[in-house]
């Protein structure tokens, strides 16, 4: 029998903050644009160019501190980080090193064992740096500024998970919270929140933490898992030859899933922090504190409660609905213009969750209006549309957000309920299936499902199933 290890798994979380414009300067913070567009002397670590505190930085800062159990520095300030890299126009970040705004707080995860508490150490602000673009036919490589100075929030936890499993509800958790506070999107594809992984093994049971190694680069819940599993056991197997494991930033390729050094861990003495001289130190009284409190929204917890005894939803359901913020305000939205919450939770968790998961998408990019879903759900109501009609009026607004009510008037796709032209369709398909005629009236159900359907086929399934089934019995009974 060989021997068992433990993982032992801590993180450091980055997340950009929803502010229009930079921590430090009035540029946009908006994602996309031609390189270099969202810039200025600031933000470009121009000589003698002075940074001023955007104020919500500290007001998100402080939400999430408050939302995530943390103690709050009321004195803060600001700390330069030394290093040179070409991405970092200063020579130096703007960070949190000695009085950071949050510490000593946790989050309560769901695990196959329980629940369980993952400890937060601190959070703190911080401008995030430029991005290299690597010119591979150039042979070069360039820098875009755009992201340069854009707020970002670390959350660093204490080493308390133990699984890839724990570290994936641990981040959902802290997105759940983050996106329900409106304080970042946190989409990973767009590098809105990032996850560098600080881990180590040892055996099971031993008291002292193994050699940690730090891995960045990892972009998707996938991916932290995949490296996770990777690192594990590259660390165990170095143990396992009786070699150590060095101390190290690695950079993880998912392509490959493999990792790769990039550079030895350094310690904090060797980024030279000192306070930053351009920037006051914070003070955040307690009023500012109260007022942060009072603005929380309604958070995930309250809001899987209140669905079931407001809107009488099955538990599962509330779970979905709740599991983003974008659905959960798509859903309230729509209920309360059309007034029937069962009916749109159907259509979000059948319809919609199919098309996100054929289109590999997830519930944040919903993008049509609860209004058209509402008008929808009122047109199947008012029997304008039946419900197979409706699923393809649904997959239209889906798509580009279409108003159903013009596109149904448009392509004709109204319920066809005029007895007359029914009878007429019935009669011609009874005259082409002589044979399920002779079946049904031998007491063959089965052939009068055959009918009908072959009648919806014919009014290319605009008819009412009621109405059709109902003509049908009476024209074979004949």
Known sequence: MGKQYETVIGLEVHVELATRTKIFCGCSTEFGG?????????????PGSLPVLNKQVVEYALAVGLATNCGINQYC????????????????????????????????????AGKKKIRIHEIHMEEDAGKLVHDEWEDCSLVDYNRSGVPLIEIVSEPDMRSADEVIAYLEKLRLIIQYLGASDCKLQ????????????????????GTRTEMKNLNSFKAIARAIEGERERQIELLEDGKKVIQETRRWDDNKESSHAMRSKEDAQDYRYFPDP???????????????????????????????????????????????????????ETAALCGKPKEVSNWLMTDAMRL????????GDISFSPANLAKLIRLVE??????????????EIFANDTDPEVYVEEKGLKVVNDEGALKTAIGEILAANPQSVAD???????????????????????ADPAVVNKLVRELLLR
């Open 77 to 112: 300030k600001f700390d330069r980080k030394n290093y040179f890299y070409p991405d970092n126009p200063q020579n130096y970040q703007i960070s949190q090193l000695y009085l950071p705004i949050c510490h000593d707080g946790w989050v309560e995860i769901e695990t196959a």
């Open 382 to 395: 008012q029997n304008v549309i039946n419900r197979t009609v409706a699923r393809t009026v649904f997959e």
């Open 190 to 209: 767009e590098g809105s929140m990032r996850a560098d992984v600080n881990l180590s093994v040892r055996e099971q049971g031993a008291p002292e933490f």
């Open 278 to 332: 351009d920037l006051v130190p914070v003070w955040i009284s307690d009023e500012w504190i109260d007022q942060v409190k009072a603005q929380q929204p309604e958070m995930r917890t309250e809001k899987l409660a209140r669905y079931q005894s407001e809107f009488s939803l099955p538990q599962y359901d509330a779970e979905i609905l709740t599991s983003s913020k974008h659905l959960a305000d798509v859903f309230e």
């Open 356 to 363: 996100l998961k054929e289109r590999e998408q997830d519930a």
């Open 34 to 46: 031609a390189p270099n567009t969202h810039t200025c002397p600031v933000c470009t670590g121009m």
């Open 440 to 462: 049904y009236k031998a007491g063959k159900e089965k052939a009068m499902g055959f009918i009908v359907g072959q009648t919806m086929r014919a009014m290319k399934g605009k």
